[in-house]
């Protein structure tokens, strides 16, 4: 079983910046897909990036690319998301999760996530 915790949100004031990480423990990354997400209360979930743990190839929804960088850690099992320039708007419970080779291309493919952590974004 797999367990992923998430950790790295807080308070920022619109233009800053904050890493979050994510660590998983249980097994070993190796044809895994990391992914991240965020969700507003009473909103679907919003994929914003993944990293193939393997290849290190790298993906991002449109709202966030040029402002996030997901990247892996050197510390085993470990996933980062570095947010810059964020927004109000960026204000959510991020959670990072963790999937097969093909969650890469398909979110529903995360098995294992996170408690989330809360980003608040203030203007």
């Known amino acids: 079983q797999v367990q992923v915790v998430e950790s790295g949100g807080g308070l920022v004031q619109a233009g800053g910046s904050l890493r979050l990480s994510c660590v998983a423990s249980g097994r070993a990354f190796s044809n895994n897909a990391v992914g991240w997400f965020r969700q507003v209360p009473g909103k679907e979930r919003e994929f914003l990036a993944a990293?193939?743990?393997?290849?290190?190839?790298?993906y991002y929804a449109d709202s966030v690319k040029g402002r996030f960088t997901i990247s892996r850690g050197n510390a085993k099992n470990t996933v980062y998301l570095q947010m810059n320039s964020l927004k109000p708007e960026d204000t959510a419970v991020y959670y990072c999760?963790?999937?097969?080779?093909?969650?890469?291309?398909?979110?529903?493919?995360?098995?294992?996530w996170g408690q989330g952590t809360q980003v608040t974004v203030s203007s």
């Open positions: 990293i193939s743990w393997s290849f290190g190839s790298t």
């Open positions: 999760a963790v999937g097969g080779p093909y969650a890469i291309l398909n979110n529903d493919e995360y098995d294992y």
